[in-house]
């Protein structure tokens, strides 16, 4: 266990910076951020930034390939390179879960090189939730918000930082920096504390039981579908703000030398999502809505071994214009009124 004056954090911030590219939440008009620290930035003290650490591993838009064409003549250009190293500090533990859940996406076969590339290069520092939102569940997918996971875990107290290295990355990287030796029980008394809150929140530990494989068609044809979706707008916002949402599009677009290959996110709330030349599979908002949330509680644990697609950050509670979110989806479709 090490640890550093809170006073002295800025020198620790610009020492890591010194050695490696370094990326924290800093606080801005819209709310908390991710951004590459610069000289004087502070790191945010709010539970959720708008955006997700997901950003950082798979971009909301990025280039794959280029073509050149020259009549019948097409050159590939492969325009990948190598990743620079780089740290992610003050990620919480909702994002470090999310990272494991878009892992068994990306790095099954065949590999998403590009995200493999990533997450190579990342040493990941999280910080445990102080002071957790009330639009936080995260304990309901078994997330602890006190003992947070990561190449190192953090925790602040009224005057120190403490942290404790969980891989050999993690000793590497805390192995570089000039802290002093901490002691555990001051830790201990932080996570206590932390996990008081936690049972106090009005969303925690929500039913889950109910969300199992062999009950695929009995939630797939429940008519209160019916009557949840009415108030989507099919927007979109809960994907983007979302850090375990996954789809994507690829595309070719004619820079007028060549042909430029990208991905962008998608969306399962999305008219266009899946379309086909011969038609549309889900033709009806309400088939989009349920294929969202079936998603997340049911097909995706149904193939990784129970383990849920939703971290319970609470970032779709926040940002949903119209307050539907998956956990007035558990509650209904779980069978908790």
Same mark, same amino acid.
């Given at each position: 266990m090490k640890k550093i004056q809170l006073s002295k954090l800025p020198q620790l911030l610009s020492a890591i910076a010194e050695k490696t590219a370094l990326y924290l939440p800093v606080d801005t008009a819209s709310g908390a951020e991710y951004k590459k620290y610069e000289e004087g930035d502070k790191l945010s003290?709010?539970?959720?930034?708008?955006?997700?650490?997901?950003?950082?591993?798979?971009?909301?838009?990025?280039?794959?390939?280029?073509?050149?064409?020259?009549?019948?003549?097409?050159?590939?250009?492969?325009?990948?390179?190598?990743?620079?190293?780089?740290?992610?500090?003050?990620?919480?533990?909702?994002?470090?879960?999310?990272?494991?859940?878009?892992?068994?996406?990306?790095?099954?076969?065949?590999?998403?090189?590009?995200?493999?590339?990533?997450r190579q290069h990342a040493t990941i520092v999280s910080l445990a939730c102080s002071v957790p939102e009330e639009t936080c569940f995260c304990g309901t997918f078994g997330i602890d918000?006190?003992?947070?996971?990561?190449?190192?875990? #953090?925790?602040?107290?009224? *005057? !120190?930082?403490?942290? @404790?290295?969980?891989?050999? +990355?993690?000793?590497?990287? $805390?192995?570089? =920096? #000039?802290?002093?030796?901490? *002691? !555990?029980?001051?830790? @201990?008394?932080?996570?206590? +504390?932390?996990?008081?809150? $936690?049972?106090? =929140?009005?969303?925690?530990?929500?039913?889950t039981d109910h969300f199992k494989a062999e009950k695929l068609m009995e939630h797939f044809s429940d008519p209160k579908w019916k009557e949840l979706y009415k108030a989507c707008l099919g927007c979109g916002t809960c994907t983007f703000v979302c850090p375990t949402c996954q789809c994507f599009d690829i595309r070719d677009f004619d820079t007028g030398n060549g042909i430029q290959r990208y991905r962008c996110w998608d969306s399962c709330m999305y008219s266009d999502f899946t379309q086909m030349a011969a038609d549309q599979p889900r033709h009806t908002q309400m088939e989009r809505f349920r294929q969202r949330f079936m998603h997340k509680l049911v097909y995706y644990p149904a193939n990784n071994e129970g383990v849920f697609g939703c971290v319970g950050c609470g970032r779709c509670l926040a940002k949903c214009p119209i307050n539907m979110n998956i956990v007035k989806v558990i509650k209904e479709i779980g069978g908790d009124k």
């Open positions: 003290d709010a539970c959720n930034t708008n955006r997700s650490a997901k950003d950082f591993f798979f971009p909301q838009v990025e280039n794959m390939a280029n073509f050149k064409v020259e009549g019948k003549k097409i050159e590939v250009i492969d325009i990948r390179k190598e990743t620079e190293d780089f740290v992610i500090f003050g990620a919480r533990a909702c994002d470090v879960r999310s990272f494991d859940i878009l892992d068994r996406v990306f790095l099954a076969d065949p590999v998403d090189t590009f995200y493999k590339n990533r918000a006190a003992d947070p996971a990561g190449d190192v875990s #953090a925790w602040k107290t009224d *005057e !120190e930082m403490y942290f @404790r290295a969980n891989t050999e +990355k993690g000793e590497a990287f $805390l192995a570089s =920096l #000039a802290l002093e030796d901490g *002691e !555990e029980e001051a830790v @201990r008394e932080e996570q206590t +504390k932390i996990r008081s809150i $936690l049972e106090k =929140l009005p969303i925690q530990n929500l039913p």
